[in-house]
């Protein structure tokens, strides 16, 4: 297991290295750039801040010194857009606060999402089913861009339960984790009811209740963690969405997170924004699958690594 | 016994009122909320061009001028006054000597002065803004000082042939390429501040952060939790403290306009700005209606015509075209933010601008005679026009825009016009390159109230960034006189003559509309208005609430 896991660490690497030379000649093939503004900077002042960035030198040596000073000082380059901040300074400010509300949000998403699809799938075509469901329609079809305002409308404005907006104390912390979990949350309740209907009516659940086992101990000892593999199979990536930045909750929820500039410095070209987020992603992705793999070893003894 | 007792019953009815007015006075609250409405990308004045590093420096650092809020006019902040050589190349400023630097400490609130803020600290800042090696974006605006342009190019090395000097501690002299009569703007412009030297060399790129910046305006920097939030503590060295009311201003950055007007109405923020699709609903209320206020903000929205593509080579079709823009009916049916119909590049309280003279001409909607100057040119109910293609930024805003004003042609001209949009950065690229499209879409907003920010910077042939590709030498002309001349009343009628070629007599452009903010602002503040942006909220007042 560890030399799967060392070797999948491993591969990481060509990836990265992969998804960097897309990313930067995309990034700097896309038409306009850093400095065009709606004023026009005459061509000397663009010809200084070039300078100052390193863009005056060719694209290849741009990318060799931008991997250089990754590989050797672990240094992202500094964001054309804030002056004095660097992209290492964004991850610092901005990432922990994005996975806080990533990582709340997915709490949302399988305390709401699991027993609905339990429930749905055990009581199917009944009132408790169409219930579950359709709160899980609901959830997927109404976007954060309309739920976080109402959300906020409700419970903060009419009820006055909660700040409208902001991060850093728990009440804070609830609607934002709402609105960006309940999208989730439905999605995981109808794959985790899918996943059950089909566990169900294996044999082994058969065979199961043919030795008088209760079923309790059939539906959670047997059943639910093996319904639970395609669950996992879509948190991975769930969560590497969610922990890294969400645009339009931050947004909505003014919270300080990476999710702005995921959107933001592809508008203002901003190369090594672009590039850090790119990358952080594409780590965040790699990592979550290469958890989820490893999860499968434990939820379902027959999957081995070597 | 009876008049003892209405003795005795008047003096505690006395004592009661004086005490209850705290002496005569009116009782204050000694903070405020506001939003910045996104991160500041920058708070050294040197670096700064957006309006959020604009409004903070404002409170950070004076200038040797600012502008009044009423009048726009330049008044003294840093200088007691100055005058101008006369032949208006050289222009000394006498400053104030009672102004200080401070640096605060947040973490034991401790304010230490450092020093006298000197015209050796302004050489510096300018100095500092035209080296190339700083690389600052608003640097073109110092090239009308001596040597400015060639210093930032690098054509020249020593900074000392730049002209500006400090003649002496509290003087400090410019020299210019050419006489500017709206000068004494620039030199208050937040480029041309005083800047620190001392935290700028021991901390580089980070002296702007709380606990490294010096600062000399009436706040001090408290706290910069990066895209969270601001605070600003009043400077108790500030030459004006006792005239400064709010203590603390606490600044969120909330980029969300509808999130930021929840925060207002729940009591989280004191002044927000209206959100247009809430606009009806705040107009209707009997309470929000009563905060609201729409206020000047100086920029103008105006379609650019292609002056070298056909058919905007020819000057009756841009005129037909300008004309049938209903500008009245989009501002009330379309934006219906208070916005006014434009009749001139520049808008009110710029310095120079017709809008406000009623002399000059409204730019009529005039359907019949538009369809006459498109048959003039060859065009008759639009039969022969090549293909016309209107570009803009992709944005909800500018569609709708774009295709009100569409419809109208079509309606009136019987022309049909295309919409093409593009990403913001694409866009900029497309307009201001070679083959900027036939009709686009633009806004420009005041650097500083004067038309020279305006006519010449923007259309002029040569010196203007010039989108329009358009080469009239009369206008040229007007403009370049209107810079270098020093007496008002003759700069202003140079620039009427100016803006009278460039939307009538040419219309290189069609002006749209002029902007406005629309802002609520609770009961309890009492406050100015900045129609440049940077407010001065050293001079608001927060009531006790």
């Known amino acids: 297991?560890?030399?799967y896991i060392v070797r999948r660490l491993l591969w990481m690497i060509p990836v990265l290295l992969f998804i960097s030379i897309v990313t930067f000649a995309l990034s700097h093939a896309v038409p306009g750039g850093p400095f065009d503004r709606e004023k026009k900077l005459p061509p000397e002042v663009v010809a200084n801040l070039e300078k100052y960035y390193g863009l005056d030198k060719p694209l290849y040596q741009q990318y060799l010194n931008y991997i250089g000073n990754i590989v050797t000082k672990f240094d992202f380059g500094p964001s054309m857009r804030q002056r004095g901040r660097t992209v290492n300074e964004i991850f610092a400010d901005h990432l922990p606060i994005s996975a806080q509300l990533g990582v709340l949000a997915l709490l949302v998403a399988l305390v709401i999402g699991i027993p609905l699809g339990i429930v749905a799938a055990l009581k199917q075509n009944t009132f408790w089913d169409y219930l579950g469901m359709g709160i899980a329609v609901f959830?997927?079809?109404v976007p954060n861009i309309v739920l976080g305002p109402l959300l906020i409308w409700i419970f903060a404005l009419a009820l006055g339960w909660f700040p409208v907006a902001g991060w850093g104390k728990p009440s804070q912390m609830v609607l934002p984790s709402i609105?960006?979990?309940?999208?989730?949350?439905a999605i995981i309740g109808r794959l985790t009811r899918a996943s059950m209907l089909q566990v169900i009516r294996e044999d082994y659940i058969r065979t199961a209740r043919a030795k008088g086992l209760t079923e309790r101990v059939i539906m959670v000892r047997h059943a639910l963690k093996n319904a639970f593999i395609p669950v996992a199979t879509v948190l991975g990536p769930m969560f590497a969405a969610l922990t890294t930045g969400t645009f339009v909750v931050e947004q909505i929820f003014a919270i300080p997170g990476m999710g702005k500039y995921f959107i933001t410095s592809v508008t203002n070209r901003d190369y090594a924004v672009v590039m850090g987020t790119t990358l952080l992603y594409a780590v965040f992705l790699v990592i979550a699958n290469l958890a989820v793999d490893i999860t499968y070893a434990f939820l379902d003894p027959r999957i081995r690594y070597t | 016994m009876n008049k003892k007792f209405v003795l005795v019953s008047l003096l505690v009815v006395v004592a009661m009122l004086v005490s209850a007015c705290g002496g005569g006075g009116e009782k204050l609250a000694k903070s405020i909320n506001l939003n910045l409405g996104t991160e500041p990308p920058t708070l050294?004045?040197?670096l700064a061009t957006d309006t959020t590093s604009v409004q903070c420096d404002e409170l950070l650092f004076l200038g040797l001028t600012d502008f009044d809020d009423k009048t726009l006019e330049t008044i003294p902040e840093l200088a007691t006054k100055w005058e101008v050589s006369p032949d208006g190349l050289t222009w000394t400023f006498y400053m104030r000597k009672d102004v200080v630097w401070?640096?605060?400490?947040?973490?034991?609130k401790k304010v230490t002065e450092k020093g006298p803020v000197t015209a050796y600290d302004i050489e510096y800042g300018v100095k500092r803004t035209l080296d190339p090696v700083t690389a600052s974006d608003y640097a073109y605006v110092d090239y009308i000082i001596k040597n400015g342009q060639k210093f930032n190019t690098g054509e020249i090395t020593d900074a000392n042939e730049v002209g500006v000097k400090a003649l002496d501690a509290y003087t400090i002299q410019f020299t210019l390429e050419?006489?500017?009569g709206y000068f004494a703007g620039i030199a208050g412009m937040w480029v041309n501040r005083p800047v620190p030297r001392e935290p700028i060399e021991k901390f580089g790129d980070k002296w702007t952060e709380p606990?490294?910046?010096?600062?000399?305006?009436?706040y001090m920097l408290e706290t910069w939790e990066h895209e969270n939030k601001m605070v600003m503590v009043k400077n108790p060295k500030f030459f004006n403290a006792k005239n400064v009311s709010i203590e603390t201003i606490n600044w969120a950055m909330v980029v969300e306009e509808s999130t930021a007007f929840a925060m207002y109405e729940n009591g989280e923020l004191d002044v927000c700005g209206v959100p247009s699709a809430d606009l009806d609903r705040v107009r209707a209320d009997p309470v929000l209606s009563k905060e609201l206020y729409t206020a000047p903000y100086l920029c103008t929205y105006y379609y650019g015509f292609n002056n070298t593509k056909p058919p905007f080579d020819n000057k009756l079709v841009r005129q037909a075209f300008s004309m049938t823009i209903d500008r009245k009916k989009l501002v009330e049916t379309v934006l219906k933010g208070g916005q006014k119909p434009a009749k001139t590049f520049a808008c009110p309280g710029i310095f120079g601008s017709p809008a406000e003279d009623p002399n000059f001409p409204e730019i009529p909607f005039d359907p019949a005679k538009a369809k006459q100057l498109l048959a003039e040119?060859?065009?008759?109910?639009?039969?022969?026009?090549?293909e016309i293609t209107l570009m803009y930024n992709t944005s909800e805003g500018h569609k709708r825009i774009a295709e009100f004003i569409q419809q109208g042609w079509k309606e009136h001209l019987g022309v049909e016009v295309k919409l093409a949009n593009q990403e913001w950065a694409v866009y900029l690229k497309t307009v201001h390159g070679p083959d900027t499209p036939q009709i686009y879409r633009l806004g420009w907003c005041a650097d500083y109230p004067d038309e020279n920010n305006w006519v010449l910077e923007v259309f002029h042939p040569t010196l203007g960034s010039n989108d329009i590709k358009w080469n009239n030498a009369e206008f040229a002309r007007l403009t370049e006189e209107a810079a270098a001349a020093s007496d008002p009343a003759k700069r202003k009628e140079l620039y009427f003559q100016a803006e009278k070629i460039l939307v009538h007599d040419e219309a290189a452009i069609a002006p749209i509309y002029y902007y406005v903010r629309v802002v609520c602002t609770k009961p309890y503040v009492e406050r100015t208005y900045a129609p440049l942006g940077g407010e001065h909220i050293d001079k608001w007042k927060v009531k006790a609430h």
């Open chain 2, 211 to 218: 606990g490294n910046i010096w600062t000399n305006g009436p």
């Open chain 1, 179 to 185: 609105a960006l979990g309940l999208g989730s949350s």
């Open chain 1, 1 to 3: 297991m560890l030399r």
């Open chain 2, 102 to 108: 401070v640096h605060y400490d947040p973490a034991t």
């Open chain 2, 377 to 386: 040119a060859g065009y008759p109910d639009g039969k022969g026009l090549p």
């Open chain 1, 139 to 141: 959830g997927v079809s």
């Open chain 2, 178 to 180: 050419k006489p500017a």
């Open chain 2, 44 to 46: 050294d004045p040197g």
